[in-house]
T-cell receptor
Framework: AQSVSQHNHHVILSEAASLELGCNYSYGGTVNLFWYVQYPGQHLQLLLKYFSGDPLVKGIKGFEAEFIKSKFSFNLRKPSVQWSDTAEYFCAVSLNTGFQKLVFGTGTRLLVSP | EPEVTQTPSHQVTQMGQEVILRCVPISNHLYFYWYRQILGQKVEFLVSFYNNEISEKSEIFDDQFSVERPDGSNFTLKIRSTKLEDSAMYFC??????????????FGEGSWLTVV
């Protein structure tokens, strides 16, 4: 079965620091990739997604992610974080055939100190 | 921006009781989902629903669970006889079309179920 790994469970950064959150998946076929964010007390919101085309995907709020097929990775990046980026970040995968479900990683809690 | 809404936001129930969690998906969406997140664990897929029937379900979605779209707007998850291990945040979600077609799944804020 496909799985998603997020290696950083907790990340603490100061404002203006650069962010990279790792995401790896295990599936040999074609996948669709997502990053969701959950701000405190709010619902899961889509940050960005990859379905096809340019492997460098730009999302909302200055986030981007790069799909590296050879590494089965879809790391999330932001050059300069803000206090308002404090949230939990989830990587998710869906297969490009058949199934409707998303398989989520365990999430990474990001705390940005002012 | 249209939202998926869920009620209740928090429910405490006694073990063995039936619980119904309610959701109003985004109005033009055709695919509906329930996911859950046990405290400290991953968000897990439970079930997807399309064209008034279940299109896929996980091994978690056993006979104690059921889903229904009783009218044109609501989508419900029923847990027939709750167990302690059902305590979790339950997320409803919807998408305009299938995920494999490139569509985004939109999530609600969740219903936190505590079974005591």
């Amino acid at each position: 079965a496909q799985s998603v790994s997020q290696h950083n469970h907790h990340v603490i950064l100061s404002e203006a620091a650069s962010l990279e959150l790792g995401c790896n998946y295990s599936y040999g076929g074609t996948v669709n990739l997502f990053w969701y964010v959950q701000y405190p007390g709010q619902h899961l919101q889509l940050l960005l997604k990859y379905f096809s085309g340019d492997p460098l995907v730009k999302g909302i709020k200055g986030f981007e992610a790069e799909f590296i097929k050879s590494k089965f990775s879809f790391n999330l990046r932001k050059p300069s974080v803000q206090w308002s980026d404090t949230a939990e970040y989830f990587c998710a995968v869906s297969l490009n055939t058949g199934f409707q479900k998303l398989v989520f990683g365990t999430g990474t809690r990001l705390l940005v100190s002012p | 921006e249209p939202e998926v809404t869920q009620t209740p936001s928090h429910q405490v129930t006694q073990m063995g009781q039936e619980v119904i969690l309610r959701c109003v998906p985004i109005s033009n969406h055709l695919y509906f989902y329930w996911y859950r997140q046990i405290l400290g664990q991953k968000v897990e897929f439970l079930v997807s629903f399309y064209n008034n029937e279940i299109s896929e379900k996980s091994e978690i979605f056993d006979d104690q669970f059921s889903v229904e779209r009783p009218d044109g707007s609501n989508f419900t998850l029923k847990i027939r006889s709750t167990k302690l291990e059902d305590s979790a945040m339950y997320f409803c979600a919807s998408s305009e079309d299938s995920v494999r077609s490139g569509n985004t799944i939109y999530f609600g804020e969740g219903s936190w179920l505590t079974v005591v």
